[in-house]
């Protein structure tokens, strides 16, 4: 098994060759098209078209200038020092996101280099435990918490008076903060909530508009940032 890798699918020569060349970046199209494709049947929330591509595009690019720098350490230090001026720009994304990048990378490095064999060994075990992950749901939060914001009149007693209903619709509540809004005339109370299995929202929000005077309510599945 070693010396099939070792002398059919590895091609460490340092001389370029048109047919090697090609190899190479055929080698890369279809590692980025397996990356890709894994990103776009992955990737539910969040998704971008324009990253699918970029992920297609990567390893053939890195892989050709792996080709053209070679063993070559003049072309090394250009092609460092080219690189310094770029600047790229891009709003934060996914963290995932930036591991297919890297995943990217090492494919299109593989192929750079000739280790075609041991990187479609890379490629194809990383995708199925990317698959994994999404099958499994794999360290998923078992309970979401939400945020609740409930506005009250400033004559309302607060302490206790929603604990029933929230007892009755969530597993676990806390309050975390209370502020005074419309100049004092009202308060808001936020709390975090974990909403049990199989409860109706609408049934919940309707219980609170009774106890609050039908005033503003938010439920939201963003966490609230104390600040």
Do not use: W
């Not at 494919?107 to 280790?115: D, K, Q, R, S, T």
């Amino acid at each position: 098994m070693n010396e099939f890798f070792n002398t059919v699918l590895t091609n460490t020569s340092s001389d370029i060759t048109v047919l090697s060349a090609i190899i190479t970046m055929l080698a890369a199209v279809v590692f980025g098209a397996v990356i890709a494709f894994t990103y776009f049947k992955t990737q539910a929330e969040g998704y971008q078209r324009s990253m699918a591509a970029t992920l297609l595009m990567l390893p053939i690019i890195l892989s050709v200038i792996i080709l053209f720098i070679g063993s070559n350490i003049a072309r090394a230090f250009s092609l460092a020092g080219t690189l310094s001026i770029i600047r790229f720009r891009s709003a934060p994304g996914d963290p995932k996101d930036i591991g297919f990048i890297f995943f990217d990378i090492a494919a299109g490095l593989a192929c750079g280099v000739g280790l075609y064999g041991y990187g479609a060994i890379f490629v194809v075990i990383l995708c199925a435990v990317i698959f994994a992950v999404e099958r499994f749901r794999l360290f998923d939060k078992k309970e979401a918490e939400k945020t609740l914001k409930i506005t009250i009149p400033e004559d309302l007693n607060y302490e206790g008076a929603f604990d029933d209903v929230l007892d009755e619709y969530t597993q676990k509540h806390s309050l975390l903060k209370i502020k005074t809004t419309d100049l004092g005339a009202l308060f808001e109370l936020c709390y975090s909530v974990t909403m049990k299995p199989n409860q109706n929202e609408q049934e919940f929000i309707n219980e609170l508009r009774c106890r609050n005077g039908n005033l503003n309510i938010i439920l939201s599945a963003a966490p609230e940032i104390i600040k």
